[in-house]
């Protein structure tokens, strides 16, 4: 049996006040190509399918077509809420798209939603996990009269909670499809986690399970083995500038049999940086091979500020979404500014800083009672 593996549509996103929906559309019939070509049985779709919880009716528009181009290939839809979604506007034409075989997740109220499929090898456990938070959790589980205590990684053990009421049949395959942001992730400027990643969860968690589908995490990963984020279709932020986007492609032998494989992502218009001085930048500009309707940002090297520079850049590049100076000036400011902020702090925590960014390391406690005992002998207590 076999799957492809997406997340993180995020429809009716903008990039800087760009609209993307053109853009969606174009990946989202590149996605419809794939999974036509690899002959996939379903596809599973892993949360933060919009942008945000009341969606723009266009965004919404196009994501029905979608669906419905995926049921006329027969394609079916195994589909969950993320945290830029609502769970509960979601959830309610579930019950209907189930016949043809278009699955969302339910609202977690305690338990998970299993769908089960059939081939040669037996049955395919498929498991719709929405976008799980330790409160909602807690809530459930103490409505059942079970002393539930989350105070330590509560993300790490709500989620462990809800595998645990999955009883999963070991003996049989079982995929899951989440949304989470797991520990060691590296992530994209453009997804929103807590900070200090107090919201992780461990991969360790999705051990039972033949594959683990992931969404959340924008950048294509594997966390461990067969536990993959797909990565977005489309590029949301500079920091992605130099990823291949793709559809990651799941094929399911027999129990312990999972071929993981991509299928790179051509995007109408790419999202590029462009370095250099405004001479250079226009010299480079006439010569180009790259598509100027690229999303671009671009980095100035002048020493002296350009006129109107948007409208220059624009008229070379219309989707110019951003630009800054980087000169000697830039640096000059922002060397003033570390050593305000370092002024700010004490000596002991200045140390700190540059004994973990030579070594790697933090200051252990003794050896941060060694510095701070002669930091005391050279300037006296402070």
Not at 273 to 279: D, K, M, P, Q, S
Request: a negative charge; glycine letters at 6%; one cysteine or more.
């Amino acid at each position: 049996m076999k799957f492809a593996h997406i997340s993180d549509l995020h429809l009716g996103i903008d990039l800087n006040s760009f609209s993307l929906q053109e853009d969606q559309k174009f990946i989202l019939d590149e996605i419809l190509k794939i999974a036509e070509e690899e002959k996939v049985d379903g596809i599973f779709i892993a949360g933060d399918i919009f942008d945000r919880a009341i969606a723009p009716v266009e965004a919404i528009n196009t994501f029905v077509d979608f669906l419905t181009r995926l049921q006329e290939k027969n394609i079916k839809v195994f589909a969950i809420s993320g945290n830029h979604d609502s769970a509960e506007r979601l959830a309610p034409g579930r019950n209907f798209m189930t016949e043809s075989g278009i699955y969302f997740s339910a609202v977690y109220e305690g338990s998970v939603n299993c769908i089960t499929l059939n081939d040669e090898f037996g049955e395919v456990n498929v498991y719709l996990m929405p976008f799980i938070r330790p409160g909602l959790v807690k809530h459930f589980a103490e409505l059942k009269g079970e002393e539930v205590d989350f105070e330590k990684n509560p993300w790490n053990q709500a989620v462990d909670y809800v595998i645990e009421g999955m009883k999963l049949d070991v003996k049989k395959r079982n995929v899951l499809v989440a949304h989470q942001n797991i520990i060691n992730a590296e992530p994209s400027d453009s997804e929103t986690v807590i900070y200090g990643g107090l919201d992780g969860v461990s991969a360790s968690l999705f051990a039972d399970f033949d594959y683990t589908a992931l969404g959340h995490i924008h950048k294509p990963q594997n966390l461990a083995e067969n536990v993959r984020y797909c990565g977005t279709p489309l590029k949301y932020s500079l920091s992605e500038k130099d990823q291949k986007k793709s559809v990651t492609i799941v094929d399911l032998g027999k129990k312990g049999e999972v071929k993981v494989s991509e299928r790179e992502l051509k995007p109408l218009r790419d999202l590029r940086l462009i370095e250099g001085t405004f001479a250079e930048i226009a010299e480079d500009f006439k010569t180009t091979k790259l598509n100027k309707n690229d999303f671009v940002s671009v980095v100035l090297r002048d020493e002296v500020e350009i006129p109107e520079i948007m409208t220059k850049l624009r008229n070379m590049y219309p989707n110019t979404f951003g630009f800054k100076y980087e000169n000697s000036r830039t640096k000059n400011s922002k060397d003033v500014n570390e050593l305000a902020a370092a002024a700010r702090q004490s000596p002991l925590e200045n140390f700190e800083k540059f004994y973990e960014y030579r070594s790697g390391l933090p200051l252990t406690d003794e050896e941060r009672r060694i510095v701070s005992d002669l930091i005391n002998e050279i300037w006296g207590d402070e």
